[in-house]
């Protein structure tokens, strides 16, 4: 397996910049994620080497089976590597093993998991197996089998048959403490039938089809990677999955149908959503540099609100993305600037993650005020669109001012003061434009109240 260079075209370059870049500027991203992912399983590989003992030992034999199963079937291995719960763990595991010095061994049974789930895609036959760390055994991208009697560093067990039938069992651990036993064994369902819950078995739950077979899951991450993250599979019951469904299917209706670019992005390759638990009011809504292809959401009041989300998230995930093909800014910027959509300073990087999501949330409620028929809900797209635009706007401008812009950077961020140029520039009903005007005034005092003078801002 290796890894190879990616070339963005400058017309692409500048149409994601301007805040769009279609499916075909998703694809390529999630092309250059999957390379990033790989040469990071082989970090792992080199780093846990060096360590050696038997945090080497296992991790050479789970990239010996990751390779197996590459050479076997190599859509199956990018299939694995490429789910959202897998970059957050490959990169905290590479982290785990250059720290010398760790209070634990790090959890290289994760990565015989992720291996494991490789071959289990690509159908090679054999066994593997690995401690578990609770009653959850997860395989990265299939799902998780429960075992409630699990005890620490028990073993999970997975047999693949030449036919391609896959089981997993659990049993004691290797010093049979507690006398020889076995739970199971638990069927894995092929990929693309492990969806929803089967006896133990807990998939992912299949919300609607984007297009050719391309999936919007729900599912609980294997390891909560966002702050308030539904915590357990069993937090999913059948009426709220009932829910999110009928939401989700909506939701994507109306952006296949108003914002055919945002759903074209949506449906370039799989996508998971991840549920939160909000404990405040309003939406809630995150996504992670290291899970390309996942956004993370509390519950949906309605499918404008859920498309709006998505869109906004869409806009991190590309950026994300993109960061890590090109320097954008320069390192080691010590200021704190003012956001108009949050409470607290932020950096020159958040400033611009933040500025781009609101360029795509201000095309969005652009598009619904052209859309939305009744009086109410379009009287709110102006109001949420010269918000957004006007924030968006102010945002680019200081980040245009900062002196830690490289040349591409710049050239990104002349893109979005240009789309941001044209947006600011429609006309907006008078009410609607002073209720956005008066909302943004609020917020801005109110965040001086609650910071003083730190981070720096343009004039009202």
């Not at 500048?14 to 082989?42: I, K, N």
């Not at 190599?74 to 897998?86: C, N």
């Not at 998505?310 to 890590?324: C, D, P, R, S, V």
């Amino acid at each position: 397996m290796t890894p190879v260079p990616h070339r963005m075209p400058g017309e692409m370059f500048d149409a994601v910049a301007a805040g769009g870049g279609g499916a075909g500027a998703l694809r390529l991203l999630a092309r250059a994620e999957h390379s990033r992912r790989l040469a990071c399983a082989y970090a792992v590989t080199l780093t846990a080497r060096a360590a050696g003992g038997v945090v080497a030992e296992r991790t050479a034999r789970a990239w010996e089976l990751l390779t197996a199963a590459n050479r076997e079937a190599p859509s199956a291995t990018a299939a694995t590597l490429t789910h959202p719960s897998t970059g957050p763990a490959l990169f905290g595991l590479l982290a785990r093993l250059m720290r010398e010095d760790g209070p634990d061994e790090p959890p290289v049974r994760w990565f015989t998991a992720l291996a494991a789930s490789a071959a289990v895609r690509a159908g090679l036959p054999g066994e593997v197996e690995w401690p578990v760390d609770g009653p959850w055994v997860a395989l990265p991208s299939l799902g998780r089998a429960h075992f409630p009697g699990a005890a620490p560093d028990d073993l999970a067990r997975v047999r693949i048959d030449t036919d391609g039938r896959a089981l997993i069992t659990l049993t004691d651990r290797p010093d049979g403490i507690r006398g020889f036993r076995a739970d199971g064994p638990v069927r894995i369902p092929p990929p693309g039938e492990a969806y929803g819950t089967t006896g133990p078995w807990q998939g992912a739950h299949l919300l609607t089809d984007l297009g050719e077979g391309t999936p919007l899951l729900l599912d609980v991450m294997d390891r909560p990677y966002f702050p308030n993250a539904a915590p357990h599979p069993e937090s999913l019951g059948p009426d709220e999955v009932r829910y999110w469904t009928a939401v989700a299917r909506e939701a994507c209706a109306l952006l296949r149908t108003d914002h055919p670019e945002v759903y074209e992005e949506l449906a370039a390759g799989p996508r998971l959503l991840v549920p939160l638990v909000n404990r405040g009011r309003g939406q809630a809504s995150g996504s992670s540099a290291e899970a390309f292809g996942c956004v993370a959401l509390s519950r949906p009041e309605n499918a404008t609100q859920f498309a709006a989300t998505l869109a906004h998230e869409m806009q991190h995930n590309k950026l994300a993305a993109l960061l890590h093909l090109f320097d954008l800014l320069e390192p080691d910027g010590s200021e704190r600037f003012y956001a108009p959509w949050r409470p607290d300073p932020r950096p020159l990087l958040g400033l611009l993650h933040g500025a781009y999501a609101h360029l795509g949330v201000a095309r969005f409620w652009n598009r619904r005020r052209e859309t939305e028929p009744a009086p109410g809900p379009r009287g709110a797209a102006h109001v949420q669109f010269a918000r957004w635009s006007l924030a968006a706007h102010e945002a680019t401008l200081v980040i245009l001012a900062s002196d830690r812009l490289t040349g591409l950077g710049r050239r990104f961020a002349e893109q979005m003061l240009t789309t941001l140029d044209g947006l600011c520039r429609l006309p907006v009903p008078a009410p609607a434009l002073h209720r956005a005007r008066s909302a943004a005034l609020a917020h801005r005092t109110a965040w001086h109240d609650r910071n003083g003078g730190v981070g720096r801002v343009l004039p009202v």
